[in-house]
């Protein structure tokens, strides 16, 4: 499948510190992608790279084919819900679908107006007086009923109470199984994420640590434990994501795409928040860890 | 119908939550044969799911030969995992199974002992068959 | 967008047009008074001007002035900051429409109704003051000031026109370089109040080479003295051409010399003052003061510019405004495109 977003070592730097470096990424059409990382990680960076907010400083970004931002045409391809689901507060619900009309050739106004009508905003309520759910729901519908073919967002949820953001992940949802658009949102709350998403990239620190399909990964990360042992008794096809020990005990967290053949260790699933937590905790790797991004972020 | 439900701490994926619970559903008889599986939407709507992922258990559900898709109409029930000869073996194995639980808590063993017991018991087989 | 663009701005342009029709009012119904009073041939008629009239003469030239600094600070200022500051740029640049696009049209809505509405209100002020600017032409500026002085000047014809574009895209600028609203609006305020001082002396009188003359100094043009405390003179005017604006008025000596302070005599010339007329008889001193200005070779120089350059200065000075904007709005356009986030 042709990606939706393609980068090869992008990086950008501000004021002398880089918020995001050496990110190549592939995220697939078609998929709902979790974009996972703890605040400051590059994770708004990287999106704003793609809505063509931000130039990048090193490296390339495509985005459906296109550089980010670079005309009309390629605007409409990709809808871009920025943090805090900004609104025109002076303008009613109704005021911002005709904004949403004038300027997108692709505007389905009859989705907009059906989407706003099954949330009950009230059309004639300025946009200011609407509670922080309904702003993002309307902000969402602006970025639906534009018909992009990515649809990316920044920490949709992060400001919505537990229901208000059940209920939007659920529109969204809705709209992917119904117009099969491709979706990257970011969260610093997996949880926020783990259902919705069958594609993760983890972003800490200003670098991808991990990207693939929920499922692989899911499939090829283990939990050991047994008996205490030394960790470099470990086969080389496994990569000891975290190791934590007691005095009788050993439990790791690998990665490996081969069989735990061992019968020593009792091999246990992980969900994807353990397998998430294990990435954003995960000490600096040798060698890598000299880059002024890391102390910036931690 | 069905109705599905998500467990976001059994470390089960989601699809593979779907998966089984058409499987239970059919083994237990609560799905027969020619019922309709929800919409994906509905799935969606239900249980705020990814709808890839409901399209990815459908079809592995449709590739194991329990369900067919029909488009347009939807995808529905072909096969049944009720077994008649399996149904007949639950009942003596029940048997067995509450008669050693008797045996164990006459041993002094509690409800989790019981368990813990059960589960190591039961992976170390099950890995031994796959090694 | 043109629809957003007025969505947004129609409350503040709302505001000012409310504002023209009062004072287009008031000056359409004030206004064929001062026609007919000075149609009649009212010899003097300056000096039959009502006490209102001159109220409305002065407060709306000032009006006049002060219209230009107000778009910028109203209308120019927040035109994009707001924006910036409720996030709102965000929402509107991932529309398909380019930042260019967004900008170039908040830019020409805005700010053709800035030169609009400057122009109309100019348009309306000249037409009514038109009397009073006449006759003040033809006086020598004694009773109100000449057409083409500082005060005057800014405030008919066609340069407001120049100022408020000048003024809006300076507002706008300066709102994209603070990215805070109240900030911009503060110094947009001084650095337009500031360009306004500036430009009638630092710029205008140079469009054109100042004329010059140089007349003998005599009892009939002498306009004032100015004294020390202790009563002794130490310079002295005389009337420029009539309608000039006159831009330096110096004694000389024989030699040419400008002359720093009048000498001591030159007291006997100057009128007594208010309340002693009776006590000092002093025409014949001061004749025979004036005749020794004459015979000591002194005479004084005058620079001005004459009333008939108003329209050529007019017309350059709003070139210079319009082009100067036009270099701000590329700056806009630039940092817009490669700056803003």
Redesign the interface.
Known sequence: MTPVLRARALGKMYKQRWALTGCTLDIPAGHVTGLVGPNGAGKSTLLNLAAGMLTPTSGTIEVCGGRPGSGPAQLAKVGFVAQDTPTYPGLTVADHLQLGARLNPGWDDALARHRIKRLALDPARPAGKLSGGQRAQLALTLGIAKRPELLMLDEPVAALDPLARREFLQDLMDAVAEYGLSVVLSSHLIADLERVCDHLIVLVGSKVQVAGEVEDLLAVHHRLSGPRRDLSTLPANQHVISASHTDRQTTLLVRTDDPILDPAWSVGRLSLEDLVLAYLSRPAEPGHDHRPAREVVR | MIEFHLDDRSGVSPYLQLVQQVRRALRLGLLREGDRLPTVRDVVAQVTINPNTVLKAYRELEHAGLVTARPGAGTFVTATLADATLTAAYGPLRQDLRRWLAKARLAGLADEDIEALFMTTFQSATQEDIA | ?I??TW??FRTQAATVAAALVVVAAILAITGPRLAVLSSAGANPFLTRVSAADSVLYYGSTALVHLLPAAIGVFWGAPLVTRELE???H??????????T?WLATKLGIAGLAAMAASGLLSLAVTWWAGPIDAAAGASGGESFPALISPLIFGARGIVPIGYAAFAFILGVTIGLLARRTVAAMAITLAVFAAVQFAVPFAVRSHIIPAAEQTVTIGRTNVQSFRANNSGQPQELTVAGPPGAWVLSNETIDSTGHAVAVLPAWTADCMPPPPGQARSRPNAPAAQACFAKFADLGYRQRVTYQPADRFWVLQGVETTLFLALSALLARLCFWWTR?RL?
């Open positions: 967008m629809w957003l969505r947004q409720l996030g709102t965000r929402l509107v640049w991932n529309q398909s429409i380019t930042r696009r490669h986030t």
